[in-house]
Nanobody, 114 residues
Framework: QVRLVESGGGVVQPGGSLTLSCVASGNAFNIYDPQWWRQAPGNQREFIAE???????TYENSMKGRFIISRDNAKNTIYLRMTDLKFEDTAVYYCNAGGSMGFWGQGTQVTVSS
């Protein structure tokens, strides 16, 4: 069973930055290409970025520039560096392995508030 645990969320002012982390059990991130998603209240879950085992990185177009995905294979961990945060970035952020039908973490709340 794959277990994903996100951390690093919190409350941040507009324009601020946060870095989220997701640790996977075993070698899940060697088997599946890990992704970050988010879900704002009342909205569907939306894709943010993927960092494939091949090294290819894919971003949802609107996330390019402010969000950076990275990984540390030795720690079975992926990261999401978020900068210049906006009110509309408020959401629960999820780590994923295996796509929409794959494995999900419990999520970490990010709240952008003044």
């Amino acid at each position: 069973q794959v277990r994903l645990v996100e951390s690093g969320g919190g409350v941040v002012q507009p324009g601020g930055s946060l870095t989220l982390s997701c640790v996977a059990s075993g070698n899940a991130f060697n088997i599946y290409d890990p992704q970050w998603w988010r879900q704002a209240p009342g909205n569907q879950r939306e894709f943010i970025a993927e960092i494939a085992n091949s090294g290819r990185i894919t971003y949802e177009n609107s996330m390019k520039g402010r969000f950076i995905i990275s990984r540390d294979n030795a720690k079975n961990t992926i990261y999401l560096r978020m900068t210049d945060l906006k009110f509309e970035d408020t959401a629960v952020y999820y780590c994923n392995a295996g796509g929409s039908m794959g494995f999900w973490g419990q999520g970490t709340q990010v709240t952008v508030s003044s």
